[in-house]
């Protein structure tokens, strides 16, 4: 059985996931709670650039079938840093970035050298495997 941090969700390793898709949202947050991560779900990449500003996540999980925001653009722009008055600093962002596709087709589009994600899956994938991905970074 998995050891469970502490009863607080300050705890847990906070997960942001930007899905429009409310079947891989499910998939992914009732899977992860379990695991002893703190999931929390917005369903469009503009939505999770104004989440990010507000608050730190220790891993972002992003489905490649983002409609709103080229997925490579939102990790360009959350791997950008504010200071407190929403001024941009020269440093960026050490959050974890890992990229979902529902098929390899929806990572066409981008150049994963450029983006550097911390991971990349695609379906079908075991959620074991991102979990302990997940662990690891």
Request: net charge negative.
């Given at each position: 059985?998995?050891?469970?941090?502490?009863?607080?969700?300050?705890?847990?390793?906070?997960?942001?996931?930007?899905?429009?898709?409310?079947?891989?949202?499910?998939?992914?947050?009732?899977?992860?709670?379990?695991?002893?991560?703190?999931?929390?779900?917005?369903?469009?990449?503009?939505?999770?650039?104004?989440?990010?500003?507000?608050?730190?996540?220790?891993?972002?999980?992003?489905?490649?079938?983002?409609?709103?925001?080229?997925?490579?653009?939102?990790?360009?722009?959350?791997?950008?840093?504010?200071?407190?008055?929403?001024?941009?600093?020269?440093?960026?962002?050490?959050?974890?970035?890992?990229?979902?596709?529902?098929?390899?087709?929806?990572?066409?589009?981008?150049d994963l050298e450029i983006?550097?994600?911390?991971?990349?899956?695609?379906?079908?994938?075991?959620?074991?495997?991102?979990?302990?991905?997940?662990?690891?970074?």
């Open positions: 059985m998995t050891e469970r941090p502490g009863q607080n969700a300050s705890d847990y390793p906070e997960v942001l996931i930007v899905s429009s898709d409310l079947g891989l949202t499910r998939f992914l947050s009732e899977g992860l709670l379990p695991e002893g991560f703190w999931p929390s779900a917005v369903r469009s990449g503009l939505q999770a650039l104004e989440v990010f500003r507000l608050r730190t996540f220790d891993a972002v999980l992003i489905d490649a079938a983002l409609s709103d925001l080229p997925v490579d653009a939102l990790v360009e722009r959350l791997r950008e840093t504010h200071d407190e008055s929403g001024e941009e600093v020269r440093h960026t962002s050490t959050t974890s970035m890992v990229i979902i596709a529902g098929i390899p087709q929806e990572l066409e589009p981008y983006i550097a994600p911390d991971a990349v899956f695609v379906a079908p994938f075991d959620l074991e495997e991102l979990v302990d991905r997940l662990k690891q970074v």
